[in-house]
């Protein structure tokens, strides 16, 4: 099915169900399609999207005058469609999506906290965001409410936040965190469970709420990237890119293809570095000491490599409105081949003695099983996904530049446990190394940016990237001042944590680490 076929199919079966679309546009917010609808069709739309297969994307509003508009993104193979409508001030009401993604359950929760917009069908109403942080009844992202808000005061322990109890004889609770013995961030884990078993686990994040969305408003081009890079630091060149990415596209601006090169390997640098250290750290996880040890190695001399060839160890601030600020030369090209062909050798060593150790067998084959139909629920893309049989990579699916120039594989398995997603983040390794190898071979000549143009008012656009976690969503609007009017990040790991309470059902307490680490959602990505 082509590109605009699908959605013609999806429009016949909107006026089968008697959804009013008011208005749709294929070009209006670069790349997506658009639909706006009347709010009151705004769950049967969802009804319909889910029924044909769509997969639930994210949520984020906006404050106009005295009305709020509110979009939601839907995916299917790789095409992707924004819905939108428009709710009064004076009456913030809207239907949830919820019912029909559970996905959406927390971006939701968070749009009510910040907004003070009702899902009035939601099946769980209690705050996400809020933390006591702020009066109850008022809204961060409204526009009277301060950036420094309005209590100096400490805030308050949200000691009071009603978790599920799970009731019957021998289930006990074990509350851990929010602060951990570790470097980790905080979040708060509440266990049922009988003996060694998990029952239930229900999650509470939000502790480094950080007002990303607040700050975001007002800032120039260049200033906003640098906060995008700072929205999770593991993150930072997916971030940054996508970020860039939404706003020339808004601004109609063209990136050097040299440029657009180095953003792709700087994006492949930063998962080879990641999923180097998570390995080595779920082998940790069950005493496997050496191949931690190892992966650390490896990662390390990854990383310093960043540092003298791109200046930054995580790559934080590479990536620029209109293109990169640095390029490296043919004798850092020579040096960064030669430490990928190193790597290529080092894992051919180590990944026999992973896939042959019993003792890691034992720990991570069936541990953590996350089926492919609560994968597919849940909306959760990257390594988690494609673990459980979710196969989709937007540098292949949603091709963009300059991946489009290549064949972007991509692997999938469907087995769901955790040594299914160890085995798909060994494998997205060597893919990435092989990409990078013809990146450096074919890198381009030219220019490394382009000059920022003046902007619209009311331009807009959206950025999407496949970060090393999955895909990751930017939102941009301009003023009329040509700075950021509205911002609106979406880290994969609004999906990926739900995961984690589902595929720790049936697991034994103690493997709960490992469970966690084999998913590694972030905090801070989450905490906007």
């Known amino acids: 099915m082509s590109r605009f076929d699908w959605l013609s199919e999806l429009l016949a079966q909107l006026e089968d169900e008697h959804v009013l679309v008011l208005h749709g546009d294929a070009r209006q ?111 961060p992202l409204r526009t009277d409410f301060p950036a420094g808000g309005h209590a100096p005061k400490r805030t308050p322990p949200d000691s009071d936040y009603a978790f599920v109890h799970v009731l019957g004889n021998g289930v006990y609770q074990i509350p851990v965190g929010p602060v951990h013995a570790g470097i980790i961030e905080p979040g708060h884990f509440r266990f049922h469970a009988v003996g060694e078993t998990v029952l239930r686990l229900e999650e509470r994040l939000g502790y480094v709420h950080k007002g990303i969305e607040k700050i975001a408003v007002g800032r120039a081009p260049a200033g906003l990237a640098r906060l995008a890079a700072r929205i999770s630091g593991d993150t930072t060149v997916a971030h940054g890119w996508a970020a860039c990415m939404a706003m020339e596209r808004a601004a109609g601006l063209r990136v050097p293809e040299r440029a657009l090169f180095v953003r792709a390997l700087l994006a492949e640098r930063e998962r080879v570095a990641n999923h180097l250290g998570d390995i080595g750290a779920i082998c940790n996880d069950v005493a496997f000491s050496f191949a931690h040890m190892q992966l650390s190695r490896l990662r390390e001399d990854w990383l310093r490599t960043n540092l003298s060839v791109f200046g930054h160890r995580l790559l934080m601030d590479c990536i620029v409105p209109g293109g990169v600020t640095r390029a490296p030369g043919r004798e850092d090209g020579e040096r960064l081949r030669r430490q ?187 905490d906007l």
């Open 29 to 139: 917010l670069a790349p997506a399609h658009t639909l706006d609808l009347d709010p009151e069709d705004w769950s049967s739309m969802a009804r319909v999207a889910a029924r044909f297969g769509c997969r639930w994307a994210g949520i984020w509003a906006d404050m106009i005058g005295d009305e709020f508009l509110i979009r939601a993104c839907l995916a299917w193979r790789g095409d992707y469609l924004v819905l939108t409508t428009r709710i009064p001030l004076r009456q913030p009401l809207l239907n949830s999506h919820t019912p029909y993604f559970p996905g959406a359950n927390r971006l939701e929760r968070h749009l009510q906290d910040l907004y003070g917009i009702v899902l009035s069908d939601h099946p769980d109403s209690r705050r996400w965001t809020r933390h006591l942080a702020w009066p109850e009844g008022s809204y």
């Open 340 to 526: 990928l062909h190193a790597l290529q050798q080092e894992l051919a060593t180590l990944t026999p003695i992973l896939a042959d150790d019993p003792s890691l067998e034992d720990r991570l084959s069936g541990t953590g099983i996350l089926s492919g139909a609560d994968a597919r629920q849940l909306g959760v893309t990257g390594y988690t996904g494609k673990a459980s049989g979710v196969d989709y990579d937007l540098r292949r699916d949603h091709k963009y530049a300059p991946y489009d120039r290549f064949d972007v594989h991509s692997p999938c398995l469907a087995e769901g446990d955790v040594a299914a997603r160890v085995t798909v983040r060994l494998q997205e390794i060597q893919h990435s190394l092989l990409l990078l190898d013809s990146l450096l071979q074919q890198l381009p000549d030219g220019e490394l940016t382009t000059p920022w143009p003046a902007v619209q008012e009311g331009a807009e656009g959206i950025g999407l990237v496949e970060g090393w976690r999955g895909e990751i969503l930017s939102y941009v609007r301009f003023d009329a001042d040509g700075r950021v009017a509205r911002f609106f990040p979406r880290d994969p790991s609004w999906f990926s944590w739900p995961t984690l309470e589902r595929l720790i059902h049936g697991n034994i307490v103690p493997d709960f680490p490992v469970c966690n680490k084999s998913v590694n959602g972030s905090y801070s990505g989450h």
